[in-house]
C-alpha cells in the first residue's frame, strides 16, 4: 500500500511563506516517474502546481514561477514545496501525488496521469 502524506499547510498572511511536505511511503513496486504538487480551490478544478521528474527537472505553472519551488529528499523519501510571497489567490487545498505514466516531452503533470494521492494539506492566504 503506497501512502502519500501532506503537511505544513496552515493559515499566513500574504507576502509570507510556508513549506508542505509530502512523506512516501509503502511499497516500491512501481517506480515514480515524476511527482507533483497540486491544488483545488473551492469551485474549481484541481490543477497542478509543480512537477518534479526523476533525475530532478521541474516544472511550474506560471501562475507560480518564481515563488514556488519542488524539491525531493530521495534519502527521507521526501517530496517538498517551497512556497514564497504568498498570495490570496493561492488558498487551496494543496495535494501531492505521484506518476508512473511515461510522457514524451517532460512537462507540468495533469491530474490524471497520476497514480498516487495524498489527503491534502490546506494552505489559507489572508490579505
Known amino acids: 500500500q503506497v501512502q502519500l502524506v501532506e503537511s505544513g499547510g496552515g493559515s499566513v498572511q500574504a507576502g509570507g511563506s510556508l513549506r508542505l511536505s509530502c512523506a512516501t511511503s509503502g511499497s516500491t513496486y512501481d517506480s515514480y516517474v515524476s511527482m507533483g504538487w497540486f491544488r483545488q480551490a473551492p469551485g474549481k478544478e484541481r490543477e497542478g502546481v509543480a512537477t518534479?521528474?526523476?533525475?530532478?527537472?521541474?516544472y511550474y505553472a506560471d501562475s507560480v514561477k518564481g515563488r514556488f519551488t519542488i524539491s525531493q529528499d530521495n534519502a527521507k523519501n521526501t517530496l517538498y514545496l517551497q512556497i514564497n510571497s504568498l498570495k490570496p489567490e493561492d488558498t487551496a487545498m494543496y495535494y501531492c501525488?505521484?506518476?508512473?505514466?511515461?510522457?514524451?516531452?517532460?512537462?507540468?503533470?495533469?491530474?490524471?496521469?497520476?497514480?498516487?494521492w495524498g489527503q491534502g494539506t490546506q494552505v489559507t492566504v489572508s490579505s
Open positions: 518534479i521528474y526523476t533525475g530532478g527537472s521541474t
Open positions: 501525488a505521484a506518476s508512473t505514466s511515461v510522457v514524451v516531452t517532460r512537462r507540468l503533470l495533469y491530474p490524471y496521469e497520476c497514480k498516487y
